[in-house]
């Protein structure tokens, strides 16, 4: 059976060499608008998240999980955060270390895998901020029971999250559209959706509502607000403003 984290990681390593947008740091610019308190982060790819989300930055113990790349981590580090960053990609994690040396905070860098237990003890976390990332995984039951597990009581979980429309469709820049897929979309069960050139889609996976709203509820957390967002390419999606994209602010409780 294929490796399919493997994969990814491959993957996004070869999109980080062609300039992939995820993967590009934030700039020295940015970091010292940070230091003004003025800033913001995404988690899903065009509506910032609102700042009433967060917890006070000082001290504060965040979790970025699946969030290489130097985009978020660094204004949380600069903001007072005490930061860790958990990705499967050693360009994105890379990216991180360029990032902290250049502008003088520390950061603790995990090359670690979301499919399996999170090498973080019980607790350990005040918030987690996970953008778009679990299309890549095929169990995200999973993924909301170690974010339960890993954050302290009271703690926040602010995840971006890509809903199953996208995966209906093989050409999102057709008018009209014509429905190509059966859902779910899952490659390793219906080998059809896979891929013909892995290096340039990676090996996604499509996860509906229950999933991704119903599995957060599932795990214990409460969601206390959400919103919805659009793809930022000049595809058919956006121009029928069909959004692609959840945001979810949930927390544990007390």
Request: proline fraction near 7%.
């Amino acid at each position: 059976m294929i490796n399919y984290q493997a994969q990814n990681a491959k993957a996004i390593d070869i999109w980080n060499s062609q300039g992939w947008e995820w993967g590009q740091p934030i700039s020295p610019q940015d970091c010292a608008k940070a230091r003004d308190n003025n800033w913001d982060v995404q988690l899903t790819p065009n509506i910032p998240v609102p700042k009433e989300w967060f917890l006070p930055f000082p001290g504060t113990k965040i979790l970025g999980l699946a969030s290489g790349g130097g985009q978020q981590m660094p204004a949380f580090s600069i903001l007072g955060a005490e930061c860790t960053v958990m990705d499967i990609s050693d360009s994105q994690l890379e990216n991180e270390r360029i990032v902290a040396t250049r502008e003088g905070y520390d950061i603790n860098i995990v090359k670690g895998d979301m499919t399996k237990t999170f090498p973080f003890a019980d607790a350990s976390f005040d918030l987690i901020f996970h953008p778009v990332s679990n299309c890549y995984i095929e169990d995200v039951y999973h993924v909301w029971r170690e974010c339960f597990r890993v954050l302290r009581p009271g703690g926040v979980l602010l995840s971006g999250l890509c809903n199953e429309t996208a995966y209906m469709f093989d050409d999102e820049d057709a008018m009209p559209l014509t429905v190509t897929n059966s859902l779910p979309f899952n490659p390793l069960k219906n080998p059809a959706q896979m891929p013909k050139d892995l290096n340039e889609d990676g090996i996604q996976f499509s996860h509906g509502f229950n999933e991704q709203i119903g599995g957060q509820l599932k795990a214990g957390f409460v969601i206390v607000s959400a919103f919805e967002d659009f793809d930022n390419y000049e595809n058919s999606f956006l121009k029928l403003k069909i959004p692609s994209y959840w945001a979810t602010c949930a927390k544990k409780p007390e």
